[in-house]
């Protein structure tokens, strides 16, 4: 058969990073079948789209993978390639928790011939032979010979082909860049961020969040070598094409076993495989100087954590108690010392949040070092114990919010403040957080840093600006760099002047200088 697995575009934000459910599904294809991979983000497609490209190709089998908020999107795609007579299996985390909607089991039109609930690690296989035998069924469940759910252990990962995978569709340099950055050797004639994983589950159970219910409390981790393997063969395969590769760990929280974190990024940094990278994890887990010590020295960059609120009352309503807001300084002064920087989510519209949230939330962000803040709005996600909380309260707005998705939109109401006030509060947050001044300021920060440091300070930020405001055509970014320009213009003087290795200022003028920095 030939396959093709599908991810849907999210309507947003062109796609940094490829999917991995992609790759691994790719990887665990059963011999004799073709696999073709198709990322919306990468290569828009829309239903009249998809249908032809399953009909020029030849494609028997389709496999759609999608978040709740592409979900929507995915049905329709999945309606227009059911209409040329081809089957398709839906899978990931919003079909598992809502099956009998995908299956049109609920009211509402069918969309899948068959869904995959949970890790499909060990039912893809079956899922294919069934489908070559033209005997799809209904729902695949990961079961074991009792009938009891099992979670696919990851001792024996299968090696994603990372060195002969065609992934033309996801380098972030422009073309015509890349054609003259590859012509002058400067290394960077292609630049890819790719997922991997090192471990499932977290056993935090955050009210909001899917991954406890979805991966279960159970860790599961693979062994350090076949990660090792898997860094040395990205390492190589950038190495060969004059190109440089990040890997964003994706585990839900890579330090969530310390020990074992530890022993993985002392053999990154035995085998030579330390590339550029960023990983999920929780505050709490980022006291531990010697851990930070080993992520600096294996290459991480950026840490991304869900800091969630700076009010502790909140913090306990949704069950993540373990975040301190008291130390979010100290964790990120730790990070920063060793030229590690933080991606630090925020959520709004939380039961004890009230108008101004965004301003007192700023005002802390302000003081720590400069990183990549993110605002979002309490969500609940089908079958999180968030969801379940508020429908029992009856203070869902938009019950099935999914099927008509809408960016930064709450789908109920908050106790402290109403739905237009926490969008507004959103709106500040990025508006402040990713404004020219903000991010000039954070560039400025770093002044008495090597110039890289701001130069990746200054495109982290102008790429995260477009989470939010919408920047997808070249005209956005036409805009967003005259507004930026005299940044841009310090930059490039600050390298005609002392290269990229140089600060802009002394460090002895930095302590004197030093304001309190960020957005
Ligand atoms: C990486 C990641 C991202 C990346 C996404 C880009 C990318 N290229 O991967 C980034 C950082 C951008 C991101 C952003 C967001 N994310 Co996110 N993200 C993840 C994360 C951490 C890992 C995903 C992953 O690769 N997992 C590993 C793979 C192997 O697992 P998997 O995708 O589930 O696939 C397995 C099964 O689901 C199944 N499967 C999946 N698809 C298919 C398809 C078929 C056909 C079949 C048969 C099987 C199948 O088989 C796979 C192997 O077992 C997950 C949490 C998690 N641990 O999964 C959250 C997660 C997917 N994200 C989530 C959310 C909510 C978001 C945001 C909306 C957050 C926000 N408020 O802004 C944004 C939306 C971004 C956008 N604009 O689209 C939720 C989704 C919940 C839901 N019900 O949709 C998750 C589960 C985390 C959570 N806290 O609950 N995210
Ligand atoms: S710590 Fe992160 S992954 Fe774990 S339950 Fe909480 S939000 Fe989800």
């Given amino acids: ?22 790759f691994l599904l790719q990887a665990l294809t059963p011999v004799g079948h073709e696999v073709v991979l198709v990322d919306g983000n990468a290569q828009p497609m829309d239903e009249e789209g998809i249908a032809r490209f399953v009909r020029e190709q030849n494609i028997d089998l389709v496999g759609i993978g999608a978040m709740t908020r592409m979900i929507a999107k995915a049905y329709r795609m999945a309606d227009a390639i059911r209409a040329v007579g081809v089957p398709v299996v839906m899978g990931g985390p919003h079909v598992t928790e809502e099956a009998d909607e995908a299956l049109g089991r609920s009211g509402g039109p069918r969309h899948a011939d068959a869904v995959a609930l949970g890790e499909a690690d ?10 070559a035998r033209g005997q799809l069924k209904d729902v695949y469940k990961p079961v074991d010979e009792f009938g009891q759910e099992r979670k696919p252990s990851l ?16 380098n972030l340099v422009p073309k015509m860049v890349g054609r003259m950055l590859r012509r002058i050797g400067a290394g960077w004639g292609t630049f890819r961020i790719i997922p991997m994983e ?9 009210e909001f969040c899917t991954v406890t219910g979805f991966f279960g409390d159970s860790i599961r981790f693979r062994s350090n070598e076949s990660v090792v393997n898997e860094l040395l063969l990205l390492k190589a ?7 440089q590769i ?30 550029h990278w960023v990983a999920q994890i929780s505050a709490n887990l980022l006291r531990d100087e010697e851990l930070v010590d080993l992520i600096a020295a ?53 039961d004890n949040d009230t108008p101004g949230v965004a301003e007192r939330t700023l005002k802390e962000v302000r003081s720590w070092p400069p990183g990549l803040p993110i605002f979002g709005l309490l969500t609940p996600l089908p079958a999180t114990p968030l969801y379940k909380r508020l429908e029992v309260a009856g203070r869902l707005t938009r019950p099935k919010h999914w099927q008509e998705f809408i960016p930064f939109a709450m789908a109920h109401t908050p106790l402290k403040m109403s739905i237009e006030e926490a969008h507004k509060e959103v709106r500040i947050g990025w508006a402040n957080a990713y404004s020219p001044e903000a991010i000039e300021k954070a560039v400025d920060s770093l002044n008495h840093k090597p110039l890289g440091y701001r130069i990746n300070i200054f495109i982290a930020r102008l790429c995260f600006r477009g989470i939010y405001f919408p920047q997808m055509g070249r005209l956005a970014w036409v805009k967003t ?17 002392g290269g990229l290795h140089a600060p802009a200022r002394s460090a002895g003028a930095q302590a004197v200088t030093e304001q309190p920095h960020g957005s």
């Fill in 1 to 22: 058969m030939r396959i093709l697995l599908y991810n849907p575009d999210n309507g947003v934000t062109r796609n940094f990073m490829p999917h991995l459910w992609m």
């Fill in 122 to 131: 060990e039912t893809w296989p079956k899922i294919v032979e069934d489908a």
């Fill in 155 to 170: 001792e024996d990962y299968p090696a994603i082909p990372w060195d002969t995978i065609n992934l033309s569709q996801f």
């Fill in 198 to 206: 090192s471990g499932r589950g977290c056993p935090y159970g955050c």
């Fill in 237 to 243: 395969r950038a190495k060969s094409e004059g190109g």
């Fill in 246 to 275: 990040a890997v964003f760990f994706i585990d839900d929280n890579f330090a969530i076993n310390i020990k074992r974190t530890k022993s993985l990024l002392r053999d990154i940094i035995a085998a030579g495989a330390q590339v």
């Fill in 298 to 350: 294996s290459g991480g960059k950026w840490v991304f954590i869900g800091m969630e609120s700076i009010d502790p009352a909140n913090l306990a309503d949704v069950n993540k108690g373990f975040n301190k807001p008291g130390e979010y300084a100290a964790v990120l002064g730790r990070l920063a010392q060793r030229n590690v920087y933080a991606i630090t989510s925020f959520i709004f519209g939380m």
């Fill in 481 to 497: 760099i005259i507004e930026n320009r005299r940044t841009i213009f310090r930059l490039i003087r600050q390298g005609l002047r």
